[in-house]
């Protein structure tokens, strides 16, 4: 049956940029939490350090959890050849910090949607350097997966494979058992499109999903989309927020995995609003997921 883990959503700025979180301070709340393991991110800044990656694999382990997955953002639609070969380097680095970690799934992404690339442009450049990381990654027994994403905390662009006809391409070129799809229902509405529409097209690659529920704090996603292009950082009229209480049907969703017989890892995106929130979207999931896969239930 699927394994539960936890992203620190809301405290990636004082991980990743300011410092005023530490890693084990997180690890110490994530451990907190009913859940299996703890999905990382390759920019939190004490991962400069190579001397920290098994420390802090084993303060995880130390408290009965794993690290299954990481979360990266490697940006390969770069028009410059040498850009992207950095690109490719800094992933095989992030799969090899994985492989460190004990995790098993590795995220990559397509890249920035820049103005001045046509898609098939993108999709060239993307799948080129996705499949340059692939044998690198099989060596290590690490899945490279692709998630159907919005935009980096960090990017200025949204993501080039933001739509699902562009999404589906990219992943429908990559023919490769060491390369699937990290589902992320919340992304699909910031392309105005539907995310069930878009599992059902995508739901035979799943090996990994995101969870989490979005909340437009004013306006629309006609407004959102208007406004996304060129704007550095996060939307700032989109929330995350308590999953079950959003706009995700997360019975389709799990009606669907369950049908292709899924059983990997969802890891949370939430907690925005503080570490009871996240334990209610922990507490939501797991009676999903027993809901859905009851016979594999403790």
């Known amino acids: 049956m699927p394994k539960l883990a936890a992203f620190p959503k809301a405290f990636m700025h004082a991980l990743c940029k300011d410092g005023s979180m530490t890693v084990s301070e997180w690890i110490t709340l994530a451990a907190g939490l009913d859940v299996d393991g703890v999905e990382w991110y390759a920019g939190f800044l004490e991962m400069a350090d190579e001397r920290n990656w098994s420390r802090f694999r084993e303060e995880v382990e130390s408290h009965g959890m794993v690290i299954p997955m990481m979360c990266c953002s490697p940006d390969f639609t770069h028009p410059d050849p040498s850009f992207r070969e950095a690109e490719i380097a800094k992933q095989k680095r992030w799969i090899e910090m994985t492989h460190s970690l004990g995790g098993r799934y590795c995220r990559v992404l397509s890249g920035q949607r820049r103005p001045e690339l046509s898609i098939d442009e993108g999709v060239e450049f993307a799948a080129q350097s996705i499949e340059a990381c692939l044998p690198f990654a099989e060596e290590r027994e690490i899945t490279l997966i692709i ?50 529409e878009l599992l059902k097209r995508v739901s035979d690659r ?93």
């Open 147 to 196: 998630e159907n994403h919005y935009k980096d905390d960090f990017w200025e662009y949204p993501e080039f494979a933001q739509k699902m006809d562009v999404f589906c391409q990219l992943v429908d070129r990559i023919q490769h058992p060491g390369f699937g799809v990290n589902y992320d229902p919340s992304n699909t509405y910031l392309a105005g499109e539907d995310p069930i």
């Open 206 to 298: 799943v090996v990994t999903m995101h969870a989490s529920d979005r909340f437009l704090i004013e306006g629309t996603i006609k407004d959102l989309r208007r406004e996304e292009d060129g704007a550095e950082g996060y939307a700032k009229r989109l929330s995350h927020g308590e999953i079950g209480k959003g706009l995700n049907d997360y019975d389709a969703i799990f009606s669907e995995l369950k049908s292709k017989g899924f059983d990997g890892w969802i890891s949370i995106e939430d907690g925005v609003d503080g570490m009871d929130q996240l334990a209610r979207s922990v507490s939501f999931l797991k009676n999903k997921i027993a809901e859905y896969w009851p016979s594999e239930s403790s």
